[in-house]
T-cell receptor, first 116, second 111 residues
Framework: DTGVSQNPRHKITKRGQNVTFRCDPI?????LYWYRQTLGQGPEFLTY????????KSRLLSDRFSAERPKGSFSTLEIQRTEQGDSAMYLC??????????????FGPGTRLTVL | RKEVEQDPGPFNVPEGATVAFNCTYS??????FFWYRQDCRKEPKLLMS???SGNEDGRFTAQLNRASQYISLLIRDSKLSDSATYLC????????????FGGGTRLMVKP
């Protein structure tokens, strides 16, 4: 399968624990995006990378959240000291970037986080 | 006020019906417009792009009115398989193409 993959698919954790999610984009895509989706809502943008550079961060991304894309390929999203309000689906998407036009973003299956 | 507003529904329609969804967006700098489809517990998938000239893909027709900042989706001859949540989405090319989603409109097509 050459689509976007995310691991783990599900994560249950206790409040206060740290969690880390991984996203592997489509191999030739230089842009990688993280979104968060809570029940009954549309996805909300968190951050994006062009190659290894993190170019934009939403105000939703508190200090407890950190994202990396060290070699411009896969990315990790870490949440420290999780809170119950962090429970959501975390979606990763990738696309080609630049060129002054929109390039379709392809989404991975998501990681569903439940904080008890 | 959310940047992209949609009626959450649900819209319950019989097979074969025509159904229309609308959405409004508040950021006039938005440059690209889309409808995404999301099945229950799955990731969103691009259904179609939306242009001022209107575009049609089989039973689906999308339209953009930039002056009113209004986007529409029309589904003709609804099928059971059309049951899903339809997300109205806008993007700005000069903001990294980050997508701004509406809350989604849920459609249930019944036999």
């Amino acid at each position: 399968d050459t689509g976007v993959s995310q691991n783990p698919r599900h994560k249950i954790t206790k409040r206060g624990q740290n969690v880390t999610f991984r996203c592997d984009p489509i191999s030739e895509h230089n842009r990688l995006y993280w979104y968060r989706q809570t029940l009954g809502q549309g996805p909300e943008f968190l951050t994006y990378f062009q190659n290894e550079a993190q170019l934009e961060k939403s105000r939703l991304l508190s200090d407890r959240f950190s994202a990396e894309r060290p070699k411009g390929s896969f990315s990790t999203l870490e949440i420290q000291r999780t809170e119950q309000g962090d429970s959501a689906m975390y979606l990763c998407a990738s696309s080609l970037g630049g060129g002054g036009s929109y390039n379709e973003q392809f989404f991975g299956p998501g990681t569903r986080l439940t904080v008890l | 006020r959310k940047e992209v507003e949609q009626d959450p529904g649900p819209f319950n329609v019989p097979e074969g019906a025509t159904v229309a969804f609308n959405c409004t967006y508040s950021n006039s700098a938005s440059q690209s417009f889309f409808w995404y489809r999301q099945d229950c517990r799955k990731e969103p998938k691009l259904l179609m792009s939306v242009y001022s000239s209107g575009n049609e893909d089989g039973r689906f027709t999308a339209q953009l009115n930039r002056a009113s900042q209004y986007i529409s989706l029309l589904i003709r001859d609804s099928k059971l398989s059309d049951s899903a949540t339809y997300l109205c989405v806008v993007a700005r090319v000069n903001a990294g193409n980050m997508l701004t989603f509406g809350g989604g409109t849920r459609l249930m097509v019944k036999p």
